[in-house]
């Protein structure tokens, strides 16, 4: 190629104009999860160009392989490998390379549906010192397990994000905020090594800057999250243990108790049938089981922690 033909290519792609958000999405040993959750982002409603997407592959066994031209006709791909360091390090990584004066966040395992990042960036026009996240719904009704987990994260919402003053909690496989505020805010905490709690971190700090948190129940992403009995149990395992450190960071900086906590077990289980009306007998109880295993787990999993620390 000529010097000169050369040069103006590389002109062309600097003054290209720079996307307006940057989709960041950690992984890790799901190769045909990530594939699918990009095919989804294809379908965005959103102008070509408007987002790109960074892909951290965090120390994946195989490392991944993706040919960005297969979605090149709706926005750039790149994809960053490195050591594992858990989903907080894999996100803050990938905010590092992020072109975008916006940032939005999902999991591997999700599927964004065509509205999702149009809707996200609706109500950051109206609020844009906000942390914006939407809905998600199971992808996997057939799996009873999933179907627990995904009813057990609408109780969280309904209960955390209903107050007059805006809501407390946004899960980060669903959520968006301008870079400027992530970065000031200090992005996610990697003393959280493992998925559990460092979503529910990130929200404390962000209130306790005085930032609103904003639910938008209408950006919604179908959430395929493969559960067997034995990882579910691991799963909720893992929350529990994030949910002690979760508790230590707020006890040290005094932004709040386990009272909240504490207050929506008590709602949940009053609740709860309301919820299980529709299904049928057998499976309403079938339901019932995991979540007296959910809350076992989630309680082995914070003294489990407890112990570890002392």
């Known amino acids: 190629m000529h010097t000169s033909t050369k040069f103006r290519q590389l002109r062309a792609m600097d003054d290209a ?11 890790y040993n799901r190769p045909a999860s990530i594939r699918r959750c990009l095919d989804a982002l294809k379908q965005q ?8 997407v ?15 031209g297969e979605w090149a006709s709706a926005f750039a791909l790149r994809v960053i490998r490195q050591e594992n360091s858990g989903p907080s390090g894999a996100r803050n990584r990938g905010v590092e390379g ?11 395992d999700c599927l964004p549906t065509p509205e999702w990042l149009k809707n996200l960036l609706s109500s950051l026009n109206e609020h844009s010192e906000a942390l914006v996240g939407g809905s998600t719904f199971n992808g996997l009704p057939n799996s009873l397990c999933a179907e627990t987990s995904q ?3 609408e109780m969280v919402y309904e209960y955390f994000n209903s107050g007059a003053g805006g809501s407390y909690f946004l899960a980060s496989n669903n959520f968006a905020c301008r870079r400027e505020a992530y970065l000031s805010s200090g992005g996610f905490d990697t003393d959280f090594p493992a998925p559990g709690a460092e979503d529910r971190e990130f929200c404390d700090r962000w209130r306790i ?16 999250h493969v559960q067997t009995l034995r990882k579910f149990i691991n799963l909720h ?15 040290e900086r005094n932004s709040g108790t386990m009272g909240d906590d504490i207050g ?27 979540l007296i295993v959910w809350q076992f787990a989630n309680a082995v999993g914070f003294f489990r922690q407890a112990v570890a620390t002392l």
Do not use: C
Request: aromatic share 10%.
């Open 209 to 224: 800057l005085n930032r609103p948190l904003i639910w938008v129940p209408s950006a919604l992403v179908e959430h395929r």
């Open 237 to 251: 395992y893992r929350y529990g243990r994030g949910a002690y450190l979760y508790q230590a960071k707020r006890r």
């Open 264 to 290: 929506f077990h008590r709602a949940f289980m009053g609740s709860i049938s309301g919820k299980l009306s529709g299904y049928p007998v057998s499976r309403r109880l079938s339901i019932v089981g995991l």
């Open 151 to 153: 009813l057990i994260i």
């Open 98 to 108: 992020a072109q975008g004066e916006i940032l939005a966040f999902t999991d591997d």
């Open 45 to 52: 409603i959103l102008r070509s160009g408007t987002f790109e």
């Open 17 to 27: 104009p720079k996307p307006v958000v940057t989709v960041v999405i950690p992984t």
């Open 54 to 68: 960074i892909v951290v592959d965090d120390g994946s066994a195989v490392p991944l392989s993706l040919d960005p």
